[in-house]
């Protein structure tokens, strides 16, 4: 349980720090759209996506896919771990479920940060 819970920290390490200098980059854009935070997401979720393939079809030990997936995408984002849940539903034909978990989640991540604003 060790050796699990270190690769994940340090992918988790990573993956902070990576979204961290990518929040610093400074884009030729209008306006305060929230592409750097649009990017890691975007970023994480074919990050996942392809960390889960790659475990599938050559396989990988629970130690790296633990560093990887949780870890590193982890720390970069948990909108890709959002979006493998998502298309869990969507894939095994539970489209409605997909959309509502989507909607349902969006919506009470929005509320959630007004209600954290309002508390401090």
């Known amino acids: 349980m060790f050796i699990k819970c270190i690769a994940v920290g340090c992918g988790g390490f990573i993956g902070s720090i990576a979204r961290y200098l990518v929040s610093k980059i400074e884009f030729q854009h209008g306006g305060s759209y929230p592409i750097n935070t649009l990017l890691v997401n975007v ?3 074919v990050l996942i ?3 889960i393939s790659s475990a599938k079809n050559y396989g990988m030990s629970e130690e790296k896919l633990l560093f990887l997936k ?3 995408c982890g720390g970069l984002t948990t909108f890709s771990t959002f979006s ?3 298309w869990g539903y969507i894939q095994s034909g539970n489209i409605f ?8 989640s969006v919506l009470l991540c929005v509320l959630g940060v007004m209600l954290g604003l309002r508390l401090a």
């Open 70 to 72: 949780v870890g590193l």
């Open 43 to 45: 970023a994480g979720a």
């Open 97 to 104: 479920m997909g959309i509502a978990y989507s909607l349902v």
């Open 49 to 51: 996506g392809f960390i």
């Open 84 to 86: 493998v849940e998502t």
